[in-house]
């Protein structure tokens, strides 16, 4: 989009633009009414905080609170159908830093903000700007305090046999992990774990199954589709948690849990400490 295109749908709109605290934001002048989210985590962001009436459209992959699943489904963070997304109206689209759709969507005149929660101080930061925008600043504030209490209330539940054991947290096909630096490591460390993925490679980097038989975890959480057959894997038969069954294997729906950074943090770390606390001991 050139300048002048650019300034002409700011006056049109009301559109300001910003960056805070690496959140890049869009804000639109008229109350939020119709909101469309093109991720699972925002969808759930927006009804935490008591919106979900205001919900008009989510990204194909949203399905908490249940009564999202009659809303249009507009893609996902490859394929967000543009015209579907203006055809319902929004005065606000919620998405993350690596949706392809923003720019497009600007150019057509519909508000845009853009909200990354990769950490769990990202989510804070998150909530609090989706609160403000949608004229909910105590109750953002008050779900980050539930989110934290019910942190530490897991933690508390946490055996200590399992407190200070090592853990390798796996997300998705082609053995990508979860390092002690994404969001989904810092709830395992909240939990007294110690992940063997460092986060010097990334948050969620691709692992050399290799690398595991130099640095053996005690425990490994991943989903069931892709560790179900965790011993065919080149050396890992041998690996201290395949051996003693110190795995975690977790169902779509848990999956689903663990790996949105939104208002269920909490749940998903108190849903691991029942997996793991149903392992057979050591």
Known sequence: MNLQVFRCVL??????????????????????????????????????????AQLVGTDRHST?????????????????????IVTLRPNLVLLGPRSRAGERLQALGVPVMMLDARTHADLKRMLVKLGETLGEPARA??????????????????????????VYVEVGAGASAASDKSFIGETVARLGLVNVVSGEL???????????????????????????????????????????????????????LLSRPGPRLGEAAQMLVECLKALPPR
């Open 202 to 256: 990334g948050l969620f980097p691709k692992i050399n199954p290799e690398a595991l038989l130099r640095r053996p975890p005690d425990l490994i959480i991943g989903p069931r589709a892709t560790l179900a057959n965790l011993a065919d894997r080149p050396g890992w038969s041998a690996l201290p948690a395949v051996r003693q069954q110190q795995l975690c294997l977790l169902d779509t729906e848990r999956m689903d």
């Open 11 to 52: 006056r049109g709109l009301g559109l300001a633009l910003g960056l805070f605290a690496g959140v890049a934001m869009a804000q639109t002048a008229q109350p939020v009414s119709r909101i469309v989210t093109l991720s699972p985590s925002l969808t759930e962001a927006v009804c935490a905080l008591g919106h979900c």
């Open 64 to 84: 908490w609170p249940t009564s999202v699943l009659a809303l249009p489904k507009v893609g996902g963070l490859e394929d967000a159908q543009i015209e579907r």
């Open 141 to 166: 504030t008050e779900l980050i305090a539930r989110i934290d209490g019910e942190l530490d209330a897991a933690a508390s539940r946490m055996p200590a046999a399992l407190r200070g054991r090592s």
